[in-house]
């Protein structure tokens, strides 16, 4: 990852977390930003982690500027800037690991989680997305979950195991923490044992239809409720 990468995906992040301490009641929710846990299947790293009795809201935030094109299905995404084209993952796959991440560390049903993809930048979204994927709206969206699925006490004992369970932060450590998650995302990705999405067994398989038929690649053992592929 570049600097400039860098530094953008960071301004992203802290307007995710200025717009949480402005517009939502720390009475009621409970934001953990940038949170790093140590799983079963390597690292991830979450954006922002907000815990209220209407469920536990996990946000990936993106910095992005220009067209953008995708769907729920697809593993990525486009990007269209002045004319040129990048790829970058479906963020709501990325999402979908951490929320699996996060329900395997705290053992807690994944229909009370929520999941936000939220776009910061100067963006404009060209094909139809899901309802929480959004460029605007981010907190009138949490404040529309009004169903409690937490009681007071385990909402603190939620927030108590992730503040604990969190890989180190702070200026040196925070470089630590997040130079060994992106190794870990490197051996996942390149891993042809275990899918990087939801942590099941990869298999070799064959095409049998369109225009990759009779090409192999590697597809999740999970299938159909995890979809990642990945060709050879």
């Given at each position: 990852m570049s600097i400039k990468s860098f530094i953008?995906?960071?301004?992203g992040e802290a307007a995710g977390a200025l717009a949480q301490e402005i517009f939502l009641d720390s009475k009621t929710y409970f934001k953990l930003n940038n949170v790093t846990l140590q799983t079963?299947?390597?690292?991830?790293?979450?954006d922002h982690v907000i815990v209220s009795q209407y469920g536990i809201f996990v946000v990936e935030s993106k910095n992005m500027d220009g067209w953008i094109f995708g769907d729920a299905k697809s593993t990525l995404w486009t990007q269209n800037l002045y004319g040129k084209k990048y790829q970058f993952q479906n963020p709501i796959h990325q999402n979908y690991r951490h929320i699996?991440?996060?329900?395997?560390?705290?053992?807690?049903e994944?229909?009370?989680?929520?999941?936000?993809?939220?776009?910061?930048?100067?963006?404009?979204?060209?094909?139809q997305l899901p309802q929480n994927v959004m460029h605007n709206g981010y907190i009138n969206y949490i404040k529309s979950?009004?169903?409690?699925?937490?009681s007071t006490q385990e909402v603190q004992e939620i927030?108590?195991?992730?503040?604990?369970?969190?890989?180190?932060?702070?200026i040196i450590r925070s470089w630590q923490t997040r130079a060994q998650?992106?190794?870990?995302?490197?051996?996942?990705?390149?891993s042809t044992t275990t899918c990087p999405k939801c942590g099941k067994e990869l298999v070799l398989r064959t095409a049998k239809n369109g225009t990759n038929a009779g090409k192999q690649f590697y597809?999740?053992?999970?299938?159909p409720s995890c979809r990642y592929a990945r060709n050879i």
């Open positions: 953008k995906g960071w301004v079963t299947n390597g690292t991830t790293q979450i699996k991440s996060l329900q395997e560390f705290l053992v807690i994944e229909e009370k989680f929520k999941s936000i993809v939220m776009f910061w930048g100067k963006c404009e979204f060209k094909t979950f009004t169903e409690a699925v937490f927030v108590e195991a992730l503040k604990t369970g969190m890989m180190p932060k702070g998650h992106l190794q870990s995302l490197q051996d996942r990705h390149s597809g999740c053992t999970g299938y």
